[in-house]
């Protein structure tokens, strides 16, 4: 991601993409007024400023392969010959191509002739087959007339019929080529020479601002012969998913062992240009297969006798019909030619995939870094609970977080573990939940030590990023777990979070990501070293010190990530994957695994939501980092534009990094991504550092201020009137949200309505009486400044507990429990805060979800306070699932409970004889580890 030094920069472009369509705008406005009647002094000076202008647009061009030197070179001509009308009409074509991408479909275009023809003659191409077009960057230092005999080398080895079509960009050092590799998302490839210099020249100019904190300072006194490995390796940190050649002149057994692992191949020099240039197109193709998209399209198209069920299938029912066969003019004939339930004839099965499924799934765990991926067509709700019935078991202990989605909870009634739920920050100004802290999350790992129950803790779910894009730092979270219980498994909900690892910056905060880094660190001599050091300095503390490092010997990575493709890739609705980076799978969990998958995958998987996945990994193999990039790039010119705009100010404000997380929590210091005076402000430290970071993508817009609420607002004005579906509301915010799918013309579409909301709002305020204009103040003091409490949950009662006073409940214990009417009754509000303050216990049978917020705020076993009372009356939602307003909350009976408690009471007695043997374990291993680890 590309980002800004703190201070205000031209134009505030944020970043190189930006930068560079508004230097060829600049070129256009310069060519437009030379074209204008000009006296010849007037003229000179013009054409000196185009010269100039030229020149610092070539600081940008060097990193395209498009329009290229030659183009470049001919409009400084035109300037020098005084050629003005085709100087004009030349620079205004590039634009177009660049902004529409258009030359991607023409790459031919590469001198200005070429170019001009093109545009006299668009649209008469006879071309069936669309080529696909990338770029290839060559690292080597070159000379211009070298570099010509390069590409006309590798030109001549083309097929005219190869679908995949390439130019080659230049780059002569290593700091150039990580310019261009952030610069040009074009880039599918890279060609490393194995001796290249560090320096650019370009690192203090115009660039700088958006390339200083990637240049990799530290490998400038690194010899030139190791920079081109050095080179490979940050690519793939960069761009792991670009193809990366080395040419060479060492003999194989001198390379580095790692250098097979970074490169696709090595070649040397001697060696021709055919091999270099099939090798390109052979990755290009790996990357572009999908095989179960591909064989589902092939056997759409074979003619078939459908003797089996779906009459849908081959669309006969459809388009036969007299009544219905407007569907199918709907949707077209594709869709029905592709609807079978055969999992033969080239054509694959979900539950156990031999055949393109499983390769699809193989390609998609290689693209998202995971050991083994497998996908979902009934959504992540149940890629959930596939994860949770296969790794946990009856009177497990699960961490998890009270906000995550209602799937986790259900899940857990699934399991029969034992839940402890840990506690988000609150954002009381907002009615929203921030994050879980780390510090909590140790707490209540360590108050489950010293109670002996450590042992039966298996799980951390969190969810990453949260509804309203907070972020954990994964790394930090998973070492310090780790250093306490160094078997447990992370279950990392990542729905709203599959395009991150398509972005460097977000990358270092996934779950595959980690995982793999941290097992290739516990594994590695380096960290054992370390390792035994801090067992030394822990011994010197004393007999009470325990170590903060996870023991090498002990430690296992054991990571789940469940990712709704469909929210934020493209894929269909329900499409979701689970991502896999355990090394005990094998061992303990494949088996288990399966059966869960079997217990909750349809047995007749959707083929189009399948094939969507599949499609949706080849678009981020080759897309990824660039529809990030602009998705980012988008979200940043929404906030921008809010904040800049007077009338906008008036009503909304873009809740920004300060807002969302304390400042405890923000070690980098960083408070928002952009302001009206400073500019763009950098975001990498705060990413590489703080607790919790913004995902700049999800925008929090603050509406109290115009006196209605937020599912008003979404229904009533943007839903309504403007057809603008939003992410989510709270009491007093709206949550927007860009993707790889949103477009420039949306988020001016979107800023446009906004303009058009505070007209109507001026409006209605100016037209208030003075009883009106009383109660607008009432509504807009309780939005703003008079925001219900958030509780806390609660705890479960001891009916429901293994240990008396000891964090976990067995909710579903309690969840069936009230499957018998008697046992449970209902009770209204006021006679609930009636009960409790004459000292009954209150527990809720039932979940109880108000949307806003959407997640439970009682499960059921959850004892009832008066503060959750507090917040549901408070509450100014339509929505409460598990609360029938009629009656009331739903409520164990007090017989129940008695019975439910003196039947857990023996089990109680023996969880706290086995807890204190196991504490005694605990002890005894703790002062082992202590001293010798």
């Not at 055919?274 to 090798?279: F, G, I, T």
């Not at 004939?333 to 390769?359: C, I, V, W």
Request: aromatic share 10%.
């Amino acid at each position: 991601m590309s980002t800004h030094t703190k201070g205000k920069l031209k134009d505030h472009n944020y970043n190189i993409a930006q930068l560079r369509t508004e230097l060829w705008t600049e070129l256009k406005l310069k060519a437009y007024g030379l074209t204008k009647k000009l006296s010849k002094p007037e003229q000179e000076d013009e054409k000196l400023s185009m010269l100039k202008a030229m020149k610092t647009l070539r600081e940008v061009e060097q990193y395209y392969a498009f329009p290229g030197n030659d183009i470049l070179d001919t409009l400084s001509g035109f300037i020098r010959h005084d050629e003005f009308q085709i100087l004009k009409n030349s620079i205004k074509e590039i634009l177009r191509l660049l902004v529409s991408e258009d030359y991607r479909n023409d790459p031919d275009i590469l001198t200005i002739s070429s170019l001009l023809k093109k545009k006299e003659n668009k649209g008469s191409s006879t071309s069936k087959v669309k080529k696909r077009y990338f770029e290839v960057l060559f690292v080597d230092n070159l000379s211009v007339h070298d570099e010509q005999q390069v590409s006309k080398k590798l030109g001549e080895m083309s097929d005219p019929k190869e679908r995949f079509i390439y130019q080659l960009v230049f780059a002569k050092s290593f700091q150039d080529s990580i310019i261009a590799l952030q610069a040009n998302p074009n880039i599918q490839a890279c060609i490393v020479r194995n001796e290249i210099s560090f320096k650019s020249k370009n690192t203090k100019g115009l660039l700088n601002p958006f390339i200083a904190d990637s240049l990799n300072e530290k490998f400038e006194d690194y010899p030139e012969y190791e920079l081109g490995i050095l080179l490979g390796q940050t690519i793939k940190h960069l761009r792991p998913e670009i193809d990366i050649y080395y040419v060479t002149d060492s003999s194989v057994q001198s390379l580095p062992d790692n250098s097979l692992n970074i490169f696709e191949r090595i070649f040397y020099r001697k060696e021709d240009s055919q091999e270099l240039h099939l090798s390109l197109i052979r990755g290009i193709k790996d990357r572009y297969e999908t095989p179960f998209y591909t064989a589902l399209k092939e056997y759409s198209q074979k003619p078939t006798g459908v003797f089996h069920a779906m009459p849908i299938s081959r669309g006969n029912s459809i388009f036969k019909s007299n009544w219905i066969d407007d569907f199918g003019e709907f949707y077209g004939r594709n869709l029905f030619l592709a609807e079978t339930s055969s999992t033969t004839g080239g054509l694959d099965s979900l539950l156990q995939p031999t055949g393109p499924l499983k390769k699809a799934q193989e390609l998609a765990a290689k693209t998202f870094g995971s050991k083994r991926t497998y996908f979902a067509t009934n959504g992540t709700s149940t890629s959930n609970k596939i994860v949770l019935q296969a790794l946990v078991e009856p009177d497990d202990v699960v961490l998890i977080d009270r906000d995550c989605h209602k799937s986790h909870h259900y899940g857990m009634v699934l399991s029969g573990a034992y839940v402890t739920y840990l506690d988000s920050y609150p954002l009381q100004d907002y009615s929203m939940y921030g994050a879980v802290p780390l510090s909590h999350i140790k707490e209540r790992l360590l108050v489950l030590k010293k109670a002996g129950r450590l042992d039966k803790v298996k799980m951390l779910l969190l969810t990453n990023c949260t509804f309203d894009g907070l972020v954990y730092n994964v790394e930090r979270v998973m070492e310090e777990v780790l250093a306490i219980k160094p078997d447990m498994i992370f279950l990392w909900d990542e729905a709203w979070f599959a395009f991150a690892a398509f972005s460097p910056i977000y990358r270092q905060r996934t779950a595959m990501h980690v995982a793999d880094k941290l097992c290739d660190k516990y594994k590695s001599e380096t960290y054992k070293e370390q390792y035994r050091q801090h067992l030394i300095e822990v011994k010197k503390k004393g007999a009470g010190a325990v170590p903060s490092m996870p023991n090498p010997e002990l430690v296992k990575i054991r990571v789940y990530a469940t990712q709704s493709t469909h929210k934020t890739l493209s894929s269909m609705r329900q499409g979701s994957m689970i991502h896999i980076y355990d090394e005990e799978f094998e061992r303990k969990a494949e088996t288990s695994f399966h059966e869960a998958y079997m217990t909750h995958t349809s047995t007749s998987a959707n083929y189009q939501i399948l094939a969507s996945l599949d499609i949706a990994r080849r678009q981020v193999s080759f897309e990824g980092y660039e529809l990030v990039e602009k998705s980012i790039e988008l979200a940043m010119l929404l906030r921008a534009k809010i904040n800049d705009h007077p009338k906008l100010r008036k009503y909304f404000k873009v809740l920004t990094i300060h807002d969302l997380i304390p400042e405890k929590h923000r070690q980098s210091g960083l408070s928002e991504y952009y302001h009206p005076e400073t500019g763009w402000h950098r975001l990498e430290n705060a990413w590489a550092n703080d607790e919790f970071v913004l995902d700049p993508t999800k925008i929090n817009l603050h509406i109290g201020n115009t006196g209605v609420d937020g599912d008003t607002f979404k229904n009533k004005y943007l839903m309504d009137q403007f057809h603008i579906q939003v992410n989510k509301t709270s009491r007093n915010s709206v949550l927007f949200m860009t993707n790889i799918g949103t477009t420039r013309s949306s988020v001016s579409y979107l800023i446009s309505t906004l303009l058009k909301i505070v007209d109507q709002i001026d409006l209605q305020f100016d037209s208030l009486n003075q009883e009106e204009h009383q109660l607008m103040q009432d509504k807009l003091y309780s939005l703003t400044q008079d925001a219900p409490p958030l509780p806390d949950f609660s705890y479960f009662h001891d009916s429901f507990r293994a240990v008396a006073g000891i964090p976990g409940g067995r909710m579903r214990e309690a969840y069936f429990l009230a499957y018998d009417e008697a046992k449970c009754e209902y009770a209204d509000f006021a006679s609930c805060l009636t009960l409790i303050q004459e000292g009954r216990s209150m527990v809720s049978s039932a979940f109880v979800i108000p949307y806003p917020p959407g997640f439970p705020v009682l499960v059921p076993g959850q004892v009832i306070t008066k503060e959750i009372l507090s917040f549901l009356l408070a509450l100014d939602v339509k929505e409460i699932h598990g609360y029938r307003p009629d009656l009331g909350l739903r409520v164990f009976t007090d017989a129940a409970l008695n019975r439910q408690q003196s039947g857990t009471a023996l089990m109680g007695a023996a969880a706290s004889m086995r807890g204190k043997s196991n504490g005694k374990k605990d002890k005894s291993a703790s002062k082992k580890t202590s001293v010798d680890g």
